[in-house]
């Protein structure tokens, strides 16, 4: 008999004893008469047969929707979407109370209405590109606006798996490969000036030299020159031939005539 007796009092303990876990938030509902203290961690004890514990999470959450949105010439976008929100802990039992546990239906019905006001003002392509951020930020705002005062606060609102019409798709991809051929084609000219721009550098570079050089040759420089070049020879053991009109020396070695005789 007590051992029976010690059961049922532990069942009745487990019965009568709630874990908020973190990132929950945990509120008593007496008779249905939900109350307004908010437990966040810990244990909760209540009497199982008047009460019961309700949990929210009040962690980032994420919606994830699937729709067509419109655009600005009147196109349906298809994307996917995640919706990122949290609710207040102070504020969960207002939103339990004045919206009920189907919430995110809200969230969603908040975002078809700020999506639709929003993404009718972009043109689909703009969906596609980097306009995007500033389509998701707007509709973050509008969606923030309305919701916040409830106690749900709209962190991001991502669009993603744009998928446009074929046919915008296609006239999109043939620009998008236009552009890149230009690109490319500028990039061949300029490298082509670049190289013609160095020819004709080196090319007066060469022509200074040469005019520079010619500049210096001299008459007087060469009888110079010349003069030198006889006194280097003369130190030469070797017998030598000259052979001059009085300007301009032949040198023949005394080694060279004999081997051509």
Known sequence: MKNVIYVLLIALLTMSCAVVRPGEAAMKQRFGDLENKVTTEGTIWFNPFTTRVVKESIQTNNLELLLSLPSKEGLSVASEISILYQLEKDKVPSILKEIGPNYPSVITNVFRSAAADVCSQFFAKDMHSGRRADIEEEIKVRMDGNLREQGIVIEAVLLKSIQLPAGLS????????????????????????????????????????????????????????????????????????IITDGKTPYLISGEESMSQQ
């Open 170 to 241: 296609r006239s999109i991809e043939q620009k998008l490969q236009a552009e890149q051929d230009a690109m490319r084609m500028e990039f061949v000219l300029q490298t082509e000036r670049l190289e013609a721009q160095r020819k004709i550098i080196e090319a007066e570079g060469t022509r200074d030299s040469q005019k520079i050089l010619a500049e210096g040759l001299t008459p007087s420089i060469i009888k110079i020159r010349s003069i030198d070049a006889f006194r280097e020879l003369a130190k030469s053991n070797n017998s030598k031939v």
